[in-house]
């Protein structure tokens, strides 16, 4: 039997209604991230439901408040490699500062990892932060290589 901490945290795919429930304001707590139009919103939720198997964006609902407390997204890069395979790329975690402490990060990560394994990646990759290298490294990643990046804006 699930316990209550378990029950008022559980991992699911984002829904169209959770624009209210404060999922923008959470990415917000990771990045730069303008305000989103209804309109725009509904748009990126429904691109993203036509690609459901190559993307997914996951969510920890707090069941208490009714607000977003914890998202992450993996999509998968079909490959010409190792049999023409997928790689899963987890991107955009964040859980809230007031929920950090909760373990909510490990249970989304693993909840992404698992779900990139279920479409057939043979592997997961991240990038992270130096300051988030031990975090990762207890939910089972290991450092290779480096990080490379251009922006364009």
């Given at each position: 039997m699930a316990s209550n901490e378990e029950q008022k945290f559980q991992v699911r795919k984002l829904e169209l209604s959770d624009k209210s429930k404060g999922f923008i304001e959470l990415l917000r707590q990771l990045t730069t991230c303008d305000s989103v139009s209804d309109k725009d919103f509904e748009d990126r939720f429904m691109e993203l439901q036509s690609r459901a198997e190559d993307h997914q964006v996951f969510?920890?609902?707090?069941?208490?408040?009714?607000?977003?407390?914890?998202?992450?997204?993996?999509f998968s890069e079909r490959k010409f490699?190792?049999?023409?395979?997928?790689v899963g790329h987890i991107e955009d975690v964040?859980?809230?500062s007031n929920a950090r402490g909760l373990h909510l990060g490990k249970k989304l990560i693993n909840s992404l990892t698992d779900y990139a394994h279920s479409v057939g990646c043979y592997k997961v990759i991240l990038d992270c932060s130096v300051d988030n290298k031990a975090f990762y490294e207890k939910c089972g990643y290991k450092q290779k290589e480096i990080q490379m990046v251009k922006y364009f804006i």
């Open positions: 969510v920890i609902e707090d069941d208490r408040s009714g607000k977003i407390v914890a998202t992450g997204s993996v490699i190792r049999n023409c395979g997928k964040v859980v809230d």
